[in-house]
């Protein structure tokens, strides 16, 4: 709550509820994972033998969400790797709490070696040595994208083949259709882009919103807004808390005073923020006239919700903007009472988003019944908190073992007639 300014219930289904998840579902999976086996003729014995990979796991983690960082090192680790786990500079207490957690469990050492060094003093040793066998990664697409090109330019020097397994940047939606509750809609707003200040990879940063629904969605998010309290997380009441530091705080502000001073942009809620007593923005909401302004295409990371308005005829259209708006693909929703629209909705965003929602904020995946990932520049969708993560981690062998072997090297077709 203290390190990463994220308050009791956002905490709480992180830290502890999800991360329990991570750790019960993961073995689960594994043993349907280990269950899977070939078939073997009379006299023979076909297996499979799930091996850790050869070499070493890179962790590298984000500040968001603790339970994603304890997962991306300990999934690999569960499937009898080593791992060297990398926490973010601004997320290293609960890392440390996590793992004196993992040891007080009974965690053998060396098996995951946390450590406290910044991103390119690590990169240098491990993409250059021999034993790297993967990275297990969520953080921003170009940090990714440079560590993918990197790991290319190296791949002469590693033993085996590694894993790129990463989870890495949105700019996730919400499409209202004409048919939609603007109340609901205001909430999975409200909600979805400003619970943890929309430091979620899973944020609604961007809307489409119907003209005929506007009016009232803007009342009714403005109402909710005005009723958020910020501050610290010691007090519960608050509902907003400080971003993550003076970095994010800069990049996000900027964003929202280019806003305040451009004529095509109107802030219909928040706008002020001040660094005096730690870095405190408002939620914002800005309506642009323009679908590609820049809010509405590059991912901020913070609590700013950017809204396009359409004409209620223009649903299908929208549904095409959506879609080829920006490079990302990670989570989205639809709002809408219409079936038929939904329907519509869900086969032309087929490939806009890993995680789907309808009728409900494009937030709070849970594990074990939305696994979450998403494709194009969004990640690898490799699906953590389900078994297609873990088949990541492994390598397979094959193994015939033959109880009764020929002594015979004349096939019957040999024989004479």
Not at 135 to 142: D, L, Q, V
Not at 198 to 214: D, H, T
């Amino acid at each position: 709550m203290l390190g990463q300014s994220k308050n009791i219930y956002q905490s709480e289904i992180d830290a502890v509820c999800e991360l329990a998840d991570f750790f019960r579902f993961n073995v689960q999976y594994m043993t349907e994972m280990y269950a899977q086996q070939p078939e073997s003729a009379k006299g023979i014995w076909n297996r499979l033998e799930y091996r850790p990979l050869e070499g070493f796991i890179f962790a590298l983690t984000p500040f968001n969400f603790t339970s994603i960082a304890a997962n991306l090192c300990g999934a690999p680790a569960m499937l009898g790797n080593t791992v060297v786990w990398k926490p973010s500079e601004t997320q290293i207490y609960s890392a440390a709490v996590i793992m004196e957690i993992y040891e007080e469990a009974g965690l053998p050492p060396g098996v995951i070696n946390l450590v406290f060094v910044d991103g390119p003093t690590a990169g240098e040793v491990i993409f250059n040595h021999p034993d790297f066998a993967g990275i297990h990664f969520t953080g921003s697409t170009g940090v990714f994208q440079k560590i993918w090109k990197t790991i290319g330019e190296n791949i002469h020097k590693y033993k085996t083949y590694p894993r790129l397994v990463g989870e890495t940047g949105g700019k996730d939606f919400v499409v209202a259709h004409a048919s939609a509750n603007a109340k609901e809609v205001a909430v999975g707003l409200s909600r979805g882009a400003f619970e943890f200040q929309g430091q979620k990879c899973s944020a609604a940063s961007r809307a489409y919103i119907p003209n005929s629904l506007w009016a009232d969605v803007k009342r009714y998010l403005q109402e909710d807004l005005q009723d958020f309290k910020m501050g610290s997380p010691e007090d519960f009441r608050n509902f907003i808390n400080a971003v993550i530091d003076e970095k994010a705080f800069n990049k996000i502000t900027s964003f929202i005073a280019a806003a305040k001073s451009d004529p095509n942009c109107e802030i219909v809620a928040g706008g002020d923020f001040d660094k005096t007593h730690g870095y405190f923005i408002e939620p914002t909401v800005i309506k642009v006239k323009d679908p590609y302004y820049v809010t509405m295409c590059e991912e901020l990371f913070g609590p700013v919700l950017t809204i396009y308005v359409y004409e209620d005829e223009q649903y299908e259209q929208t549904l095409e903007l959506v879609d080829k708006t920006g490079p990302y693909a990670l989570t989205g929703a639809i709002f809408s009472k219409d079936r038929y629209a939904l329907k519509v909705g869900v086969d032309k965003l087929k490939n806009a988003a890993g995680n789907f929602y309808i009728n409900d904020k494009p937030t709070g995946a849970v594990v074990g019944q939305q696994p979450f990932g998403g494709a194009r520049a969004s990640g690898t969708n490799d699906k953590a908190g389900s078994i297609l993560n873990l088949f990541r981690w492994v390598s397979a062998r094959t193994i015939k073992e033959n109880f009764v072997p020929p002594t015979d090297y004349k096939y019957p077709f040999m024989s004479e007639e």
